[in-house]
């Protein structure tokens, strides 16, 4: 039998992955910070679809260690905030990349009664908004009974102020992409 440790770790790892994965997914469309700046976009669009069904299968994958653990342990399971949002993450994450999926093929008939550009400012927006949702989650995390008896008060701290920053950063690149282009004569 594997250790409540072990389980603990593979969950982080998992975890972990999902958020350098997303983190990455996002930053491909910064011109300031894309590891890809020079590519075309149709290489960008790649690698994020690429990156994003990589991290929603960590995110899946953590979540179902974490199920499987509670299960093993015969521990309640969505007790907490962290627990209930978490649960609401995962499905908010899987329904973003379904709306993913509905940019990448929109110009099939029948696909959407917006315009491609529009579909992408949704999508674009929709995303930043799971991703902060997936912050604050993290957050919770930071303050459950494990983290808080294994990490010190400095590492709890930064550990929040961490995930904070990275949701400032995504959500003012979608902001700076989106939010401040102005139609002529508004």
Avoid at 77 to 82: L, M, N
Avoid at 96 to 123: D, F
């Amino acid at each position: 039998m594997h250790s409540v440790e072990d389980s603990v770790a593979k969950v982080v790892c998992l975890f972990a992955q999902f958020g350098f994965l997303m983190v990455e997914a996002i930053l491909l469309f910064s011109p300031q910070s894309s590891l890809i700046s020079s590519a075309p976009r149709a290489t960008k669009v790649k690698m994020h679809w690429i990156l994003q069904t990589s991290a929603v299968v960590a995110a899946l994958g953590g979540f179902a260690a974490i199920y499987y653990n509670k299960n093993i342990y015969n521990k309640a399971h969505f007790q907490s905030w962290h627990g209930s949002l978490g649960f609401c993450t995962v499905i908010l994450i899987c329904l973003q990349s379904l709306q993913g999926v509905g940019v990448l093929y929109s110009k099939l008939p029948l696909a959407s009664r917006l315009k491609p550009s529009q579909l992408k400012q949704l999508h674009a927006v929709c995303g930043s908004l799971v991703y902060l949702v997936a912050c604050i989650t993290l957050c919770l995390g930071f303050y459950s009974n494990w983290f808080v008896k294994n990490v010190s008060v400095y590492i709890q701290g930064g550990s929040v102020l961490s995930a904070l920053c990275l949701a400032g950063v995504i959500i003012g690149q979608v902001y700076t992409e989106y939010g401040l282009k102005r139609r002529p004569g508004t």
